[in-house]
């Protein structure tokens, strides 16, 4: 059976019917259109029409004769492969070879989209209600000789058509093959702003008005093109539709030929839809992917992105491009003191400053943190970068007003060029970090640029978090001990436990070299550890030999505070060597605490309950200590060194240490202070009544096997 049969061309009817079925009296399938057999796996010629679909209305049941007495209903037939694909037609008998004949289209779920299927758009039987395209079903041309019969089954066909054009989403238009529009469906209305009424006869980019989203350029050309080359074309991506009103809206769509048998095109369909919401969405994941959420400044991502650009451009016209890598100074300090939102907003202005100071043709980034990273193209004198960074430090000299605090902040500016440095995005990157740790070490609030010795430093760095990484193995680490002396009974009262490391490549590392790397690199934990043990284990000796209980202080780490379980690991090593937990004293720094203040408070209060005493090191050099002092469970306040070795010489510095001990007292803790080198010194701390010191003047820092010799000399400082 072919459509030669119904007095169409196979052309036409197949071009008409993408989703026609035949069935014969066993329900057997006899005959599919090619979009049929293409979205229904589970269809097969010869076999029986229940393998594949379901009839969900009208209720009627698998059976010829009884579907025969109900063609004169509207059909919806489900999909047994594709969920939520259903077939919405007629069914029509033909007398003369006894078979059903369904001729239907895709109707889908309202918030079902035909991409989920793979449906395409031309997958629909989409007509010119006015185009002569004779929908014949009857086998035989003496049928055609029924004008009455002839209309009625032409008029049903039309309102299936409507009706199924007016149920899906997309905007439909179509046009005669002279590009005048013959036909618009009610979302293409709506779209458009015009009425069918209205926008019959006239031109397609006269109704259809598409210009290009960026250049705002118009797309009358392609329309007019796409109906000259009588083939299927996608718009032009981005596409913004102009509407009536005024109102823009970005869309997507096909244009599509509509063919008529011999007669061969006779026009086009545009199936159009509207993307804006979703072309929103897209355009803010690229931001977000592209930009950091903070300060809106780009990230990492987009700043590789425009050095490459850049580095190409540089190539072409033998210029220079510079990258100056920005660390702010003392950050953290504030961020730990003030709280995060008012670091948070301190970013946000020197994001404002920074993009202040450069040209339209360079670039800020934030790398994450404090770390800033200023791309500067088109450079012709190597003079002109040190402006720029002249210009960057000293608009950061300005004070900032953020939460009603007045903070004054600097930045540490390391600088590599193209092509001097590499010309490789992440070398370049590399050496300008590289270059502004240099400017950190020479005192902050300058910048530097790199040179190949940085390399070198770089790898001796290396070269010693690998050898720390084997010190504890090769047991390289060594506690040291410096006491604690009583102001009152002049007698030594306890000792703080030093780590130190004496390495087989290196020799003896001083801790402000290693303990930066070990915090970075999380040997600390540990590290840690093992002064735990350590120091439980030397306690717990000399105890065995005589001597008077004298409590330890062991310094704890941010890490070690909430990254482990500190309260079992103390509890454990004081039981495994016998000793009580009011020989340890806990040393935490402010910036320790105050970086997360809910989890340094909880852990503090289960140390105390435990016993164990808790001291705040380095007191003073934070910016609000006195607003949680009263809140921590703390037993003893030390003073900062700093102040100790200003007091004498500094009347501000004097002040300060007075008023720390009178507010200790007031909060009934204990004051230690630490620093103390010098007679004038300790005579102050006398005088201003403070209970302890510590410093080179009682004694240096010394090993274990010392530490008898100096116990046993009943030492006693007159």
Request: proline residues 3%; contains cysteine.
């Amino acid at each position: 059976m072919s459509a030669i049969d119904f007095g169409l061309s196979a052309d036409l009817f197949a071009e008409a019917f993408p989703f026609h079925l035949v069935l014969n009296r066993k329900l057997e399938v006899v005959q599919a259109g090619r979009s049929l057999c293409r979205h229904c796996p589970g269809l097969e010629i010869g076999k029986s029409f229940s393998r594949a679909f379901r009839i969900q209305r009208p209720e009627v049941a698998l059976d010829f004769l009884e579907i025969c007495s109900s063609t004169h209903k509207l059909f919806l037939i489900g999909s047994l492969d594709v969920q939520d694909l259903f077939l919405k037609g007629q069914m029509m008998l033909d007398e003369s070879s006894d078979c059903l004949y369904f001729i239907g289209s895709p109707w889908l779920h309202a918030n079902t989209e035909l991409k989920q299927f793979g449906l395409k758009l031309n997958d629909f039987a989409l007509h010119d209600p006015a185009a002569d395209f004779l929908l014949l079903f009857k086998s035989n041309k003496a049928a055609l000789d029924d004008t009455t019969q002839l209309a009625t089954k032409l008029r049903e066909e039309k309102e299936w058509a409507q009706v199924t054009l007016g149920s899906i989403g997309d905007g439909v238009i179509a046009t005669s093959i002279e590009g005048r529009v013959t036909y618009m469906n009610q979302v293409a209305e709506q779209m458009v702003g015009l009425s069918q009424y209205k926008a019959k006869g006239q031109l397609l980019e006269q109704v259809l008005k598409l210009v290009d989203e960026i250049s705002q350029h118009s797309h009358a050309d392609f329309l007019r093109q796409a109906l000259k080359d009588k083939r299927s074309v996608a718009m032009p991506s981005p596409a913004m539709l102009l509407q009536t009103n005024g109102a823009p809206c970005v869309i997507e769509g096909m244009l599509t030929p509509i063919q008529g048998g011999q007669a061969g095109t006779i026009g086009m369909v545009i199936v159009f839809h509207d993307i804006s919401d979703r072309q929103h969405l897209i355009r803010q994941l690229e931001f977000q992917s592209t930009h950091d959420h903070l300060t809106h400044l780009p990230n990492r991502l987009l700043l590789c992105d425009r050095i490459v650009q850049a580095i190409a451009q540089a190539r072409r016209h033998i210029e220079q491009v510079a990258l100056l890598f920005l660390d702010l100074d003392r950050f953290k300090t504030i961020n730990d003191s003030l709280g995060h939102q008012v670091g948070d907003q301190l970013l946000k202005l020197v994001a404002e400053r920074l993009s202040s100071v450069i040209r339209e043709t360079d670039t800020v980034c934030r790398l994450g943190g404090d770390e800033f990273v200023l791309l500067v193209a088109e450079i012709e004198q190597h003079e002109f970068i040190s402006q720029v960074a002249e210009k960057v430090l000293n608009v950061l000299r300005a004070p900032f007003h953020v939460s009603g605090y007045v903070l004054s902040i600097s930045a540490s500016i390391g600088i590599s060029l193209y092509p001097d440095d590499a010309a490789d995005v992440d070398v370049l990157l590399k050496h300008a970090d590289l270059a502004m740790y240099q400017a950190k070490s020479r005192g902050r609030n300058n910048f530097q640029f790199f040179d190949a010795t940085m390399d070198l430093r770089a790898a001796r760095r290396l070269s010693l978090e690998s050898s720390l990484r084997a010190a504890l193995e090769r047991e390289e680490l060594q506690l040291y001990y410096q006491p604690k002396l009583d102001l009152i009974s002049h007698r030594v009262v306890g000792f703080e436990a030093l780590i130190r490391w004496h390495s087989h490549e290196h020799g003896a590392v001083p801790p402000d070299r290693f303990i930066p790397i070990a915090e970075e690199t999380g040997l600390i934990m540990p590290i840690g550890e093992w002064v735990i043990d350590e120091t439980c284990r030397q306690i717990a000796q000399w105890r065995a030999e005589g001597y008077d209980d004298m409590p330890v202080a062991i310094n704890i780490s941010l890490i070690q505070l909430t990254r482990t379980d500190l309260e079992n690991t103390l509890v454990g090593h004081l039981h495994k060597h016998g000793i009580p937990s009011r020989l340890i004293e806990l040393e935490f720094t402010e910036s320790v605490l105050l970086q997360d203040f809910e989890t340094a408070m909880d852990a503090l209060q289960s140390l105390r309950r435990l016993g164990f005493t808790l001291t705040i090191d380095d007191f003073g050099v934070g910016y609000s200590s006195l607003n949680y002092l009263n809140r921590f469970p703390i037993n003893v306040l030390k003073i900062d060194r700093s102040f100790v070795t200003s007091a004498c010489e500094d009347q501000d510095a004097a002040i300060i240490v007075q008023a720390v001990v009178n507010l200790s007292h007031d909060l009934k803790l204990s004051v230690i202070a630490e620093g103390c080198e010098t007679v004038e010194q300790l005579d102050y701390l006398k005088r201003i009544a403070c209970d302890q010191v510590q410093g080179y003047l009682i004694s240096r820092p010394m090993p274990a096997a010392d530490v008898r010799q100096f116990l046993d000399s009943d030492y006693l400082y007159q």
